[in-house]
């Protein structure tokens, strides 16, 4: 079985550009043709909504937000009702509040926005947004947007729990502060084997495994391949900390604790060899119940992380009461914070309310050298991200570890 891949070939994007500047329209259509794309040009944003009636196909939409007529954010509430949206790359020559206030706009009406960019342009970080990867990417924020209808039935996702088709994909994690620990530790990510299409990720099925209420089935499966296959590394002398996500249930669930314990007593691992990850926005639903599981499980070892930390809008002092170890800066911040300065006031933020409150910090979501530097300037423990590995299966792990400590 391999690592994760990327997702289907699937047809070049056409791209549509909207821009009241004929010479800023001008180089635009020079880049975007020179990235070898189809493109369309339009002056006024009220020729472009009539003529183009419905959308076929991959899209994407570069629009300038200020325009005389009709302005950017009127396109994209035309868009919001449209079969079908282009993803949008947005443009303004105003302060960068008014492109994050259009990005938080068109991602409340469900659109999927590839990028911002400021004038004057950056050519490069157009180039870059053009980039198959870029786009792919877009694709699966699309995939997710539109999976809140569920993609799969209740009963197939019963059958999967019966018939043991989840696997785990495990995802280094690199330090940059060595503190006498190894270099490495990796993220365990669920996948479903699914019998016809291949491998299926979380996204697609966790939500509906939640509300049938199924996570402790999945959990209890997670929890033994993890710490199972932990056992089996250990035995060849791989000593390695696993991070195992779960779910709001989990937490309030006042036997979670010993299930822990025994699972890891039983296969001769000492608590302190995995994390934790519990998502920042469902921590506060049973506050009570999840400080009595969470305070136990901390008593016992086990290292306790706060996941995309950032995008939970949870009260601050409530959290820091709460008995965490780590904190993971969401990957939304992460992976922007090199070109936007909000993104990057938000990472560093995150990172010294980690060393004020004794946390260690991870950034997840880095996919570039120069983030990581970045994150490494400022102080963060460890990285996470595709650009130190993509996720992998169990036999892959190894290997790749073999490889990172012999270059
Ligand atoms: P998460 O725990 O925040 O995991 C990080 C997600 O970001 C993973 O997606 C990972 O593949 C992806 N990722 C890592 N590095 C990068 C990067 O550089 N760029 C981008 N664009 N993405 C990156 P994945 O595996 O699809 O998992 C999605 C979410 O599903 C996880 O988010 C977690 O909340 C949940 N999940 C995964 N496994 C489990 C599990 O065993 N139990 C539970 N309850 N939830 C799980
Ligand atoms: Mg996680
Ligand atoms: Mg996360």
Redesign the pocket.
């Known amino acids: 079985m391999s690592g994760?891949v990327a997702s289907p070939p699937s047809p070049a994007p056409k791209v549509y550009l909207i821009d009241d500047e004929l010479d800023i329209l001008q180089i635009l259509r020079d880049v975007v043709e020179l990235s070898g794309l189809e493109v369309h040009c339009f002056s006024q944003a009220d020729a472009f909504m009539k003529e183009i009636q419905c959308f076929e196909g991959n899209n994407i939409l570069i629009l300038d937000l200020q325009m005389p007529k009709t302005d950017g954010i009127e396109v994209i509430r035309h868009l919001a009702k449209t079969e079908n949206p282009p993803d949008l790359i947005l443009i303004s020559g105003q302060d960068s509040a008014v492109l994050s206030g259009a990005e938080n706009l068109a991602v409340a009406h469900s659109l999927v926005v590839l990028g911002t960019l400021e004038k004057p342009l950056s050519i490069t970080r157009l180039r870059s947004l053009l980039e198959p990867q870029a786009v792919i990417?877009g694709r699966r924020l699309r995939g997710n947007i539109k999976s809140t209808a569920d993609d799969y039935s209740a009963q197939e996702l019963r059958e999967a729990l019966d018939l043991d088709q989840f696997c785990?994909?495990y995802?280094p994690k690199e330090e940059l502060v060595l503190s006498g620990t190894s270099k490495y530790s990796a993220?365990?990510?669920?996948r479903w084997r699914h019998p016809t299409q291949g491998i299926i990720?979380?996204?697609r099925f966790?939500a509906l495994i939640e509300r049938q209420g199924w996570?402790p089935d999945?959990?209890s499966i997670?929890l033994q391949q993890a710490i199972g296959q932990q056992h089996q590394w250990q035995e060849e002398g791989l000593q390695i900390n696993l991070s195992?996500?779960?779910?709001a249930s989990?937490i309030t669930s006042l036997t979670l604790p010993e299930h822990i314990s025994r699972l890891l007593a039983d296969n001769a691992l000492d608590t302190t060899e995995i994390t934790l990850?519990v998502?920042e926005s469902e921590l506060m639903g049973e506050l009570t119940t999840s400080l009595d599981v969470l305070t136990r499980l901390r008593l016992k070892g086990v290292r306790l992380s706060i996941?995309?930390f950032g995008t939970g809008y949870s009260s601050l002092l409530q959290l820091f009461r709460m008995p965490f170890s780590e904190l993971?800066i969401d990957?939304s911040f992460v992976?922007k914070m090199v070109v936007d300065l909000e993104a990057l006031a938000i990472v560093k933020a995150c990172i010294l309310l980690g060393e004020q409150f004794q946390m260690r910090v991870v950034a997840?979501?880095?996919?570039d050298q120069a983030t990581k530097e970045l994150l490494q300037e400022l102080g963060c423990q460890a990285v996470?991200?595709?650009?130190i590995a993509?996720?992998m299966a169990a036999e892959q792990l190894r290997p790749w570890l073999a490889l990172q400590l012999a270059s």
């Open positions: 994760d990417r785990l994909h995802q993220e365990c990510l669920v990720y979380p996204d966790i996570m999945l959990t997670v195992i996500n779960i779910s989990d990850e998502t996941d995309d993971k990957q992976s997840e979501g880095v996919e996470q991200g595709y650009f993509k996720p």
